[in-house]
């Protein structure tokens, strides 16, 4: 009898959600109101109808034919789910919902505000050597435009699709993470980004961050033509040459483990929510 | 007008998955039966009538007053808030249906699951050396008894009236772990448990795991008097001694980040929820 309430409830309240998420948040429903905008677009209107039956069947509690979404999603985030390769897929709605609703937005505010904690609660060397590490996707851009059109990671990955999107340098910046970044800047801390991009894609990304306001950084270090190795052997490298050469890694954030796990991870971590994708 | 509707919702969702709890979750529930048996028992009453003010105005969504609950949570078990004394005291409510409704027990499915799927991934040696670290309060044996008749951690600890529900010996086992523990057996993976608890609690808390018919362990590693040092040092000491009589650890559970942090942590680790308290 519960159960066959709850799916019911569960839809009324997301959609509670979205509806009050645009004027909350125009970065991060700027996919839905581009979904609702060009709804007359193939490409586009699919998604709005498979989001609707998911959430009867595969929805925030429901564990019928698939895992408990909600479950699944804290599993990824506390590190117990790893080395998947997609979201599953009763799960695709549920993700989409999460990423454009106010949920989102909800658990990076509470990440950031730990930062920022954080931050208050240190005693500064000032002496410009200390510096904070980002990583870039999922943590200072978003790119829930491009996933918002392609199933939030319930489909296989494009990589022709994904970095044409990339090479668009429209990816919106993260609120919350904008928020830290900025208050790093004003207390003399320098932010390194360290991400996965390649050094290809150097221009598009300068270009990316100067159009959504960021700017400042002491470093932007991507991944140079011929690496093999894993995210977490790359990123913790590219740390420690930064430790050898004399800075302190105050802080370190991203949205994979693989962007905080490995010596030297920095004095403290910070993991943003990402439901949509792994890197390993 | 969203915001308004959705405390509404889930007070009636959160109802629905507490009158759901007992016919499928006998041990976990356990706390409501005993709730609702003694019901004209003083000590017991109050904490019924408490949990639904608190629905409404700091329930799984509601900001109102506090932090958002879920996020709090999601924090706490992504190890993005650390060293936090009590639960939030807008969120005892909600950390009070997390625990005693399904959602608990369906999120440490999906670890159990992750951990026997990595189980049945393992080429074993079957040699005898290998062995699995389980932690033990919130990890084997559940507190839940305690908490739900003391605030679910959202009022100040006191060591006396816990230390006196501990030497009950009365803890039911959690029963995902109790699944994850049997098929080790099946393997021939030697349990060991690792344990906060002290050594004069070693006879009750044998008798306790006992009674829920936990048997078959090769270690109980419980604190030495005068130890002084954090429960990571602690633990990862006990496990560098594991690993220096040559035993390997295939795997390592517990419900607290210190249970799975510091090196050797073991092959994998796993992270049972627990909103309830912080050991650092």
Redesign the interface.
Known sequence: ???A??PI??A??LM??V??CSAREPNICMPLAEVAATAADDAVAPLIHALRPLLGSGGQ?G?HGG??C???R??V??????DWKMVPANCEGYVGHYMLGS?YR??S???ID?AIAYLDSLRLAGNGKEVWVFDIDETMLSNLPYYATHGFGARPYNATSYNAYVLEGSAPALPETKRLYNKLLTVGIKPVFLTGRTEDQRAITVANLRRQGISGWMNLLLKQPGFKGSAVIYKSGERQKLQDAGYVIVGNIGDQWSDILGAPEGAR???L?DPMYYIG
């Open positions: 009898m519960a159960m309430k709850v409830l569960v009324v309240a509670a959600a509806a009050s509690l564990s895992v408990p909600d479950s699944w804290l599993g985030e506390a590190y117990n789910v790893r949920h909800r658990d505010k509470v990440v730990q971590t910070f993991k929510p």
